[in-house]
């Protein structure tokens, strides 16, 4: 027999005896957790971005380091002679609206092996035949200067460097830039400006500029 009547349960004890959880902690839990799926999620996406941002950086700045160390090293071994019609120094955008940079140097690769120390190398930017997306690409030209004329070969060109959008060259001297230069009617210039844009898979640009001073020993007789 029982001295005291029986206390009610108070609702927290009914449920640590029942071991349950109410349909709102429930809704609370799931709300809690898929706030911090959500998080996570946006900050491994926001570093994949980022890897793949950089990723298609480093690859444009590749390029365009590509084609300006080529560039800069036969700009400062170039060789321009007015008794020597083989000899050639011009630039801009030809008759078909290519542009384009031509110009005979001492800096010989191995495709000017057959030479003597001179080749005429050709820079242009021209759509690529291998890309189905109508984009440009940089194709280069060389072939041995001084025995040109004895070979009936047209130089083979070679590709330099795809996914170049903007290829643009200008000239300066006497304090002003040319945009199309000849040196068999003008000399040669002080200084090129080189202007390359290049596009990723995304459509990304990045743009690049540099000038390169040719050197003073550059005029021959």
Known sequence: MKLYPSTPLSFKQKRRQSGGFTLVEILVAISIIAILLTSIYGIFSTMSSTKDRLDADSEAYHRARVVFDRLGRELRGVYHS?????????????????????LSTTAVSPLSSEGTGFALVR???ETDSEAKDGSKIMLRQEEPLLSRQESSNEATAMRLA??????QVRFHVDGGWQDNWDAATSGLPDLVEVALTTVDDGGEETPFLTAFE??????LP
């Open 82 to 102: 007015q008794k020597n019609a083989a000899t050639r120094f011009r630039g801009g955008v030809d008759s078909e609206g290519t542009p384009y940079l031509e």
């Open 214 to 219: 040719l050197p003073d020993t550059r005029i």
């Open 123 to 125: 820079y242009t930017l």
């Open 162 to 167: 795809p996914g170049i959008s903007r290829f």
